[in-house]
């Protein structure tokens, strides 16, 4: 699976946007960009995966640049409950586990 | 509930002793992971499951680490000989082979404490 490059923290105004930048330089064609999120003494929680196009859920929209290098989560108004560790991820999908870095800790504050 | 569920949550022991985690994945899920995180860390990938077979290990799987799925539905792992070098919280997730993403549900984890 390819690398990620997250920054370590990252601060963000209740309300606002919080947007979560990612790098994957080494990515391959046919690996997925995969973002979870692990809230303090809680199990990693899926939010949302991509391959080319941008996609968007309930959650969170996933952007990815047309060279696939890089991807940003965006949190479209963050709430204190975003509080988290995120992870961004790149697997086939199909691959047999995930390979978590350490994250980008996002702070949410009034 | 039919999410991840793992048992128990919270294990204190002391150094030398045995210790068994549970892990009960989602119904109608094939595969099964355990993982290890440390304090700072992401999770460390230790082993996973399809239905009952051990498809792979992690180095970090050491011999005194053994994970089973007899019936391809719960899981166990078990530590042996504990050392304070095995305090972690061990992570359960499952998931659906085939499943468009393929995406992990994850449990909410086992913290053991080894004194």
């Known amino acids: 699976d390819a690398k990620t490059t997250q920054p370590p923290s990252m601060d963000c105004a209740e309300g606002r946007a919080a947007n979560l930048p990612c790098n994957h330089s080494t990515i391959s064609g046919n690996e997925y960009v995969y973002w979870y999120r692990q809230i303090h003494s809680q199990g990693p929680q899926y939010i949302i995966h991509?391959?080319?196009n941008n996609e968007t859920n309930e959650m969170a929209s996933l952007i990815i640049t047309e060279d696939r290098k890089s991807s940003t989560l965006i949190l479209p108004h963050a709430t204190l409950r975003d509080t988290a560790v995120y992870y961004c991820?790149?697997?086939?999908?199909?691959?047999?586990?995930?390979?978590f870095g350490t994250g980008t800790r996002l702070q949410v504050t009034l | 509930d039919t999410g991840v569920s793992q048992d128990p949550r919270h294990k204190i022991t002391k150094r030398g002793q045995n210790v068994t985690f549970r892990c009960d994945p989602i119904s109608e899920h094939n595969r099964l992971y355990w993982y290890r995180q440390t304090l700072g860390q992401g999770p460390e990938f230790l082993t996973y499951f399809q239905n009952e077979a051990q498809l792979e290990k992690s180095r970090l799987l050491s011999d005194r680490f053994s994970a089973e799925r007899p019936k391809g539905s719960f899981s166990t792992l078990e530590i042996q000989r504990t050392e304070q070098g095995d305090s972690a919280m061990y992570l359960c997730?499952?998931?659906?082979?085939?499943?468009?993403?393929?995406?992990?549900?994850f449990g909410e984890g086992s913290r053991l404490t080894v004194l």
């Open positions: 997730a499952s998931s659906s082979f085939g499943a468009v993403g393929g995406e992990l549900f």
């Open positions: 991509g391959l080319k």
């Open positions: 991820i790149v697997s086939t999908g199909t691959a047999s586990k995930l390979t």
